[in-house]
């Protein structure tokens, strides 16, 4: 059975025992005892592991994880320290070097961000090797709306940085009256280079907004 762990779990528990939880959890310990699948099991809640509920700041959308090996660590965009950068990071950085006046990280791990309160959730936590999208429709979707829903019913103040057509419609969960949202193009390069990406500067507003409200601000660039 998949289990959460920390304070998380005082607030999903009703969620994870649902049929459809249960369901979803014998279908990704089986597809993991028998395929090659990513990130690697210990680290499908990384997410929530590294940013508890009680340090949720802000909060980032993406789809699945990464599918090639050694990549996914659990946090939507990141990898693994040593990788690669895919080009929706890369694309990221760029915005970061510019909106933030900072050096273009060497690292794409994002934890440093989760450990700072920003919650960067897949809406799929799993995925087979070299097949994206191998483990949509199979619950994970269910729950993690739920999660963005009772994070919007349950705090207040938190910023929602929604990249791309597929997070905007999330924005539906989100009490707008309560929450700040930030919207744009996604940094893939499609995306990026029609000139839905570039701009945004999505860092430099967080931290407005952080600060307007008294919160320290995210050190984007501390990796």
Request: charged content about 20%; overall charge neutral; some cysteine.
């Given at each position: ?45 990384n ?38 950068h ?100 996604h ?12 701009g945004?500067?999505h860092f430099s ?19």
């Amino acid at each position: 059975m998949l289990q959460l762990q920390g304070t998380w779990l005082s607030h999903l528990k009703s969620e994870c025992d649902k049929p459809y939880f249960k369901a979803l959890s014998t279908f990704v310990q089986s597809e993991y005892s028998e395929q090659s699948c990513y990130p690697p099991i210990d680290q499908l809640f990384n997410a929530f592991s590294c940013c508890s509920f009680e340090a949720v700041r802000v909060v980032i959308i993406g789809q699945d994880p990464y599918h090639s090996e050694g990549q996914a660590n659990g946090l939507c965009f990141s990898v693994n320290e040593g990788m690669g950068h895919p080009p929706s990071l890369r694309n990221i950085f760029k915005e970061l070097e510019v909106d933030m006046k900072l050096s273009y990280p060497e690292s794409g791990d994002l934890t440093e961000w989760a450990h700072q309160g920003v919650f960067l959730l897949n809406a799929t936590l799993s995925v087979r090797s070299k097949e994206a999208g191998s483990h949509q429709n199979q619950g994970w979707e269910d729950f993690t709306d739920s999660v963005i829903k009772i994070l919007s019913e349950q705090k207040t103040d938190l910023i929602f940085l929604l990249w791309g057509s597929f997070a905007k419609n999330k924005k539906k969960l989100i009490d707008t009256c309560k929450h700040f949202v930030l919207e744009s193009g996604h940094p893939s390069p499609m995306s990026a280079n029609r000139g839905y990406w570039f701009g945004n500067k999505h860092f430099s507003k967080t931290n407005a907004l952080l600060s307007i409200k008294g919160k320290s601000e995210i050190k984007w660039g501390s990796f």
